[in-house]
């Protein structure tokens, strides 16, 4: 099962940019990027994608380009829908730290007393896990089950409650419970394994928090006091002509696929488009404010993105750190805050520079190549370049 990715940085297909920007807009950049991205969407056999730049708070830029829907020859706009992947990760993260907030727990907390069913490390069961475990996927908790159950994998909105889903999958007894497939053989704390189940609980653990769902929460907290118009975590939320159909290349062919869903969608299911996306993006970027409207505190913003000391995320390469959620990395002397997303159809990122208060994303309708990989990190650096200078 192609799953979800943490970390990454033809011409018949293009239609016409369609951007939005603010008075720091200059036509002639514009023109040059545009050129640019349709010159990679040929050469990547990329359908479409979004971008958006952010800055102090404020969206400097939205765009589309290339199509959101082949066969109609419909156009990619910065309001097109796209499926996000673990981008969606950040969300749920902002309504765990948002909860932080409101004194419903603490990042050391064991999460046992908190839940309404039994989780614990079937090897290290006197080591609990905690919530600081699970938001920097060191809680111990495998996705190796996860990946080998086909059923899983479905299309469109998943029908499988979320509490089900874990407690067949982390609790001894269950329907998918399988103490070395579900979890790893390091104790809670120990070792860096990048966990979609891991959030899938930490989502669940937010609805229990908030005495609501995470659908709910969010939209609450977030999507609605920010004015977004076409996020949502279940695609029937979504009007058809708002969203992008993801693809595939196989063998040099672009070929459409089902929209693919999961029952740990906290995890990965969101859809969002470039300019919905960027005013969340932008709270990241203002100390947690976005026109007066405080979202999360400064304080709250500086430890979600602070690394966390004695996680090895990636051996060999130190510079690589985890933050809650968040993934640090130093890139030509920037200090970067960013997370990745993949799924069939989905190839996504959202990248902070924490010191000059700005964020860039791309969001693109087809699954990753390496090809694609190395157009995405040119995109990146070129929007954060322009994010600093405008």
Same mark, same amino acid.
């Given at each position: 099962m192609n799953r979800r990715k943490f970390l990454g940085t033809g011409a018949s297909l293009l239609a016409a940019p369609l951007a939005w920007g603010g008075a720091a807009r200059r $036509?002639?950049?514009e023109q040059e990027f545009a050129t640019f991205v349709e010159a990679g969407l040929t050469k990547t056999h990329t359908p479409g994608l979004g971008v958006a730049i952010? @800055?102090?708070?404020? *969206? +400097?830029f939205a765009a589309g380009y290339g199509l959101?829907?082949?066969?109609a020859r419909r156009a990619v706009t910065p309001d097109t829908a796209f499926h996000i992947a673990s981008v969606s990760k950040v969300v749920t993260g902002a309504a765990m730290l948002r909860l932080l907030e409101q004194q419903k727990y603490q990042l050391d907390d064991p999460i046992g007393p908190y839940l309404d069913f039994p989780v614990q490390h079937p090897l290290f069961p006197a080591i609990p896990i905690t919530f600081r475990h699970l938001l920097t996927h060191t809680a111990g908790i495998?996705?190796?089950q996860y990946g080998q159950t086909a059923a899983f994998a479905v299309v469109g909105d998943p029908s499988l409650p979320l509490r089900e889903f874990l407690t067949g999958y982390l609790s001894p007894g269950g329907r998918w419970y399988a103490a070395a497939e579900c979890f790893t053989a390091a104790p809670p704390g120990a070792e860096w394994h990048y966990?979609?189940?891991?959030?899938? +609980?930490?989502g669940y653990l937010a609805e229990r928090l908030a005495a609501t769902p995470l659908d709910a929460f969010t939209r609450q907290q977030f999507f609605q006091p920010l004015r977004t118009r076409h996020t949502a975590w279940k695609i029937a939320d979504i009007p058809t002509q708002h969203l992008a159909k993801p693809y595939q290349l196989t063998e040099? *062919? +672009? @070929?459409?696929? $089902? %929209? $693919?869903?999961? %029952?740990d969608w $906290?995890?990965?299911? +969101?859809?969002?488009s470039p300019r919905d996306f960027a005013r969340l993006l932008a709270v990241f970027t203002n100390d947690g404010a976005v026109q007066g409207h405080a979202y999360l505190q400064p304080a709250t913003i500086q430890t979600m993105l602070a690394p966390q000391p004695g996680i090895v995320v990636a051996p060999g390469n130190p510079t690589i750190k985890q933050g809650l959620i968040w993934l640090?990395?130093?890139v030509g002397g920037a200090q970067l805050a960013s997370h990745s997303g993949g799924d069939p159809g989905a190839d996504t990122i959202v990248c902070l520079d924490v010191q000059k208060h700005t964020g860039v994303l791309m969001f693109a309708n087809v699954s990753g190549t390496p090809e694609l990989r190395a157009f995405q990190k040119e995109v990146v650096l070129r929007l954060l370049d322009r994010a600093a200078q405008a």
């Open positions: $036509p002639s950049w952010v @800055r102090g708070g404020q *969206t +400097l959101a829907d082949v066969q495998s996705d190796a966990s979609n189940v891991a959030i899938a +609980l930490l040099g *062919t +672009l @070929r459409e696929l $089902p %929209p $693919p869903g999961y %029952p $906290p995890a990965g299911s +969101l859809r969002s640090r990395r130093e």
